[in-house]
Every structure is written in C-alpha cells, then in structure tokens.
C-alpha cells in the first residue's frame, strides 16, 4: 500500500508518499516562518494556500517517477489513499489543506482518510521503534500530554493545565525579542547557562507551566543573564515532562516509552527521558527529527494504518475539526493489547519485587515512580532516591520539600478524619520516612464502586481542613485487609503519597485534586464512568458543590491553545 499524506495545521506545509511494502517515506515540507512575533492565524493561512498545492505536486511526482505514471502495474493512481491532518490545529489552515486533500483523492479515485494529529506525532513513534504497546509522550508546540492505549482508545493519562509545551518556550523568546520558532534558540543559549530556581508545577500526572514562564520573564527582567535562564527553562520544563512520564510508566506497568512533536528535537529532553528510562529498564525511542516536527510523513504512515484497517471517510463526512482531541478517535487500526494493564494485587507498585500475592510484603522492596518502599514486618522505610536525569539542585529541592510535605499532610489528613499511616520517623537529609505497613492492596488492583465513593468522601474531607492531596491516585489509596475492616465499619481506605500535596483554601485546586484521581481511573479501568460517578456522589455527600462545579471547567481547560 501507498499513501500520499497531507499536513497544514499551523505551520508546516507538508506532503509525503509512504510506502509500506518498502517503508519509505519521502516528505516535502514548506515552513511559514513569522517576520515578527508567533503565528498569526491568517498569514499561515495564506501561507498554506500558496505552498500546499506545490509540496503536494512534488509529492506527487516523486510517486510518479518511482511507482511510474499510473502505478507499479500501469493501469491504477500512484497511490492507493489520501490522508489528510482533520485537526487539531487552527480552523483557516485545515480548511485549506482538507479541500486540497479531498479534491485530490477525487481526481486520482481512490479513497479519503481523516488523520487525528495528534495521534500521527505518537504512532509514528511506535511505528519506528516496533514497539507494541508503549506510554506515548507528545510534547509539541500547542499540546503535551501523557497517552497511552487501552479498551480501543488512546486515553489521556495526564496533560497540561494551560498552554503547550512549545509555545510555553516561544512565549519566552518572544518576551526576549527573538524570532519565532524559540525552541530552539532556547537550546542554543541554554548551553552557557547555570542553575537559577524556577516554579516546578505537576499534579499527578497533569502539569503546568504558566507559573515558570511568568517567574522566568521576570527573571530576565531583573537582570538574570539570558542563558541561565533558558538552561533553567529546560532543567524545569523537560524535568517536569520526564517526571510525569515515569509516573505514566509506573501507572500502567509499561516498560515501552516513544517521544513525539516539535520539542522532541530538544537533546537536553531525550537525554532526561533516555536516561530515566534507562533508570528504571524500560525502552525509549524518539523518531528522527524529520518526524518529530510537524510533517505530512507521520500523516501519511498512520493514514496507512487506518486506509489497510477500512478506515477511510466519505467526502461528505470529512469535516475538520480545530479541537480534535486524541481521545476521541475509536482506533481501528490496532488489536486489543493495551497499555494500561490493572496492577496485580502484590501491592501494586512496579513489580512489587519479592512481595508474595497478598501483597503482605514482608522484607521486600517495592517501588513507585518516585521512591523505593522498603517493607518492614509492621514498617515501611520510603526513600526518595535522587533522579539521575534531574539538574543535582532541583532534585534536592524537590527530594527534601516532598519529604517534609508529606510527613506533615499524613498527620494532617488523619485529624481531618482521613485514615492514613502512622509516621514513625523523619529523615530530611536523607528524604527518607518510616511509617507504618497499611492495607493489603493498593486501590487499583481492587476498585469497585463503593470504595470509590470512599475515596471521594475523603477527598471532600481533606479539602474542607485546606488539604490538596496534590497525587490522588488508585495506587496512592491502600485498601484495609480483613483485621481493619473488623476494627472500623467502613472497611478502611488509607490514603498514602501526600508527597505532592500542599495547603490551599482555593476550590480550583480542589477541583484539579479530583481531576487527578478521575484521570487514575479513566487511564486504567475498564467502566469508568461509574467509578468516577460513584467518586463525585461520594465527595458531594460531604464536601462543597463548588468543587464539582469548578471540575466541570477543569476538564475543557486550556488543551489547544
Ligand atoms: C496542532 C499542531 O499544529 C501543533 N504543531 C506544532 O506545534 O508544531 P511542532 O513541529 O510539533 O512543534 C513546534 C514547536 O517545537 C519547538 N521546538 C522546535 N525545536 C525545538 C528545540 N530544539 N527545543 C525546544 N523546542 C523546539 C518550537 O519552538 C515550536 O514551539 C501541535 O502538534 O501541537
Ligand atoms: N504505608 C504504606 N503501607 C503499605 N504500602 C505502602 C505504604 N506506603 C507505600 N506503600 C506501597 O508502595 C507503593 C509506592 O509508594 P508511594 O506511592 O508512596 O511511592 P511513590 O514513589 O511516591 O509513588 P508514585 O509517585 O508512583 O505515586 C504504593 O503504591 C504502595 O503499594
Ligand atoms: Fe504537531
């Protein structure tokens, strides 16, 4: 099968021919590149009028000339399917490059196929490393998010709060005075540049970055040289990224991670990702650059996938979408296998090395994406081990601030009557606690309805005493065993991990709590829209509706821009 592809949906005008019998792909791309400021809508608009046409001719050409004029066997189209970017991306650019693909597929007669973009930045990875069912990483200009597959969808594990990742940076350059993309010019400077500290903002597996770009505006407004600053930029920005990827790794039990989108041409962001990965024994790939950035190649791979599984569109139903999320696309183009596999009940964490099947881990090591958890008859010793892949000041802030937060939120919690391990002992050097052994599994490997009510009741109540648990997760709740049921009627839920939590009077960061914790469970369970149901009835029995309310706009917040 042959697939010529099409790509515009900002400012890349893009063309390819894939070829997958030999897997080759040629691309002819034509940027849009701003005289002065970022991307204006309708001169990338223009710009795809003008160069769409051409790079589609060339494309068309190189068909002609290596599959000869009417195909290998001289009677049929050069091409077997036209795949075209449906979105997202901004309105006037799709517009242009979906006439062109429609008109085109009509001519050569052969059918039409609508690209999610979003999902060609990720499937070109795997496609390239071979992998089977990787945690897929897109960090590109107008998005970042965490996905991996499960039950037929690509569901989103974690993503950011406000803007992509990419147009975090060039806002910066902006500020700066340099040209459009920034990127890059960020990598450059970074290089003669030192540590100075920056927010760092992530929430489970969500994150922002609205706060680092305003601290390092105003750190270059006071003077701080401009290299320290993008060195900082990075170190934050990519550890954040990487921080959150090995969470989503951990989650799902993967050990597969493919980097995708514009950013990902950064090698200050691979090396952390690789190393990370090598850290923990997974698998990373990040495709060579010419499929990392916006291009019709990546366009045209995925459109094959989808053209050989039957997945083509009528003309008539082919209609772009500017906010086309990744989630929304039902996948046809892959078999069951999914990446999200439900922890086993040992404990839950990775591998949960030498716990046996109940998860009564006695003398063994388990291991969430942050710490090591050292079990001790009635005891657990957690360590926050530094992280390679992390500039030596952050991870020492990070380790020691995490450590003191949660031995002050365990204490907290329990007197706001949310049932949490007993802490025995604090070592802030060391970003070790000992605390006591709770439950005998974690939440994931045992969810059901009630016990997710429960958990909502106990966010509602920590939220009412100003506590955000900051990581509330299915695999940061243990469920009591037999001997704690029997000692409290409710059969206990124990909330663990406050690592990330903080005190806050704010319904928004109430509302993100909850955010969290439905994410956990739509990135694994199978029905999860009666677990997250079950969730909210729970949290509105106790807390304050508002929340609720403000979670409804958490959800839509801020995805494209
Ligand atoms: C919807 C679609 O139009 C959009 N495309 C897009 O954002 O172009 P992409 O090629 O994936 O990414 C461009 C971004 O990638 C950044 N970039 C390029 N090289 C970089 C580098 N070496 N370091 C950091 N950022 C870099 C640029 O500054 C720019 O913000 C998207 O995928 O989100
Ligand atoms: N007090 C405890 N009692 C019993 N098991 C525990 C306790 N604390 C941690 N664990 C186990 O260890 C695992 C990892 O612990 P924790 O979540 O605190 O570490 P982490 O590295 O911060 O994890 P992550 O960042 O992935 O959420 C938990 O999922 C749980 O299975
Ligand atoms: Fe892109």
Request: with cysteine; proline share 5%.
């Amino acid at each position: 099968m042959r697939v010529l592809g099409v790509e515009g949906t900002a400012w890349c005008a893009s063309a390819a021919v894939f070829d997958a019998e030999a897997d080759s792909v040629c691309i002819e791309s034509d940027p849009y590149e701003p005289d002065s400021g970022g991307i204006h809508p309708r001169e990338a608009a223009e710009h795809m009028g003008d160069s769409i046409p051409r790079v589609i001719e060339a494309a068309l050409e190189h068909a002609r000339e290596e599959y000869g004029e009417d195909g290998n066997d001289g009677d049929g189209p050069p091409v077997d399917a036209v795949a075209f970017s449906r979105g997202p991306g901004l309105g006037p650019c799709l517009r242009i490059v979906a006439t062109a693909a429609r008109a085109l597929a009509r001519t050569l007669g052969v059918p039409l196929v609508g690209v999610n973009h979003m999902l060609a930045h990720l499937e070109i990875g795997r496609h390239r490393a071979g992998f089977d069912s990787p945690v897929c990483l897109n960090a590109s200009g107008a998005n970042a998010h965490l996905l991996g597959f499960h039950d037929g969808r690509y569901r989103v594990l974690g993503e950011t709060m406000d803007t992509g990742v990419g147009n975090a940076l060039d806002k910066f350059t902006r500020h700066v005075g340099w040209s459009h993309p920034g990127g890059p010019k960020i990598e450059q400077h970074a290089r003669d540049g030192e540590f100075v500290d920056l927010p760092y903002v992530v929430k489970g597996m969500d994150f922002s970055f609205s706060g680092i770009m305003s601290a390092a505006k105003a750190a270059y407004d006071d003077g701080v040289p401009v290299e320290d600053v993008c060195f900082s930029l990075q170190e934050h920005v990519f550890a954040m990224l990487t921080e959150v990827a090995e969470r989503a790794l951990s989650l799902t039990g993967t050990d597969e991670l493919v980097l995708g989108g514009g950013v990902a041409q950064n090698a200050r962001l691979r090396e952390m990702l690789e190393s990370m990965c090598a850290e923990r024994g997974a698998d990373f790939h990040a495709p060579e650059p010419r499929f990392l950035r916006d291009n019709a190649g990546m366009i045209a791979v995925l459109g094959a996938k989808m053209a050989a599984a039957g997945d083509t569109v009528a003309v008539e139903d082919s209609a772009i979408d500017p906010d086309f999320r990744p989630d929304q696309v039902p996948v046809t183009w892959r078999s069951g296998e999914s990446v999200a596999r439900v922890p086993s009940a040992a404990g839950g964490s990775d591998e949960g090395r030498g716990s046996d099947e109940d998860g009564d881990a006695g003398g063994a090591d388990l291991r969430g994406a942050e710490a090591t958890v050292e079990v001790r008859g009635a005891e657990v010793v957690k360590r926050r081990l530094p992280k390679g892949y992390r500039h030596p000041e952050l991870d020492a802030t990070l380790r020691r601030d995490r450590t003191v937060a949660e031995a002050r939120l365990l204490a907290a919690a329990r007197e706001a009557g949310v049932p949490t391990p007993l802490v025995h002992d604090v070592d802030v050097p060391g970003a070790t606690l000992a605390m006591q052994f709770v439950g005998e599994c974690d939440l994931a490997a045992a969810l059901t309805p009630d016990r997710a009510r429960t958990v909502g009741e106990h966010l509602a109540r920590l939220h009412d005493a100003g506590i955000v648990h900051g990581d509330p997760t299915t695999r940061n709740v243990r469920v009591g065993g037999e001997d704690e049921r029997r000692a409290r009627a409710d059969g206990r839920l124990f909330c663990i991990d406050f690592g990330l939590g903080f005190s806050s009077d704010h319904v928004e960061d109430y509302a993100m709590d909850l955010h969290v914790f439905e994410q956990s469970i739509e990135g694994t369970a199978s029905d999860p829209e009666s677990l997250v149901a079950a969730v909210e009835d729970g949290y509105r029995a106790v807390g304050d509706p508002a929340v609720l309310e403000r979670l409804r706009g958490v959800e839509g917040r801020g995805r494209y821009q």
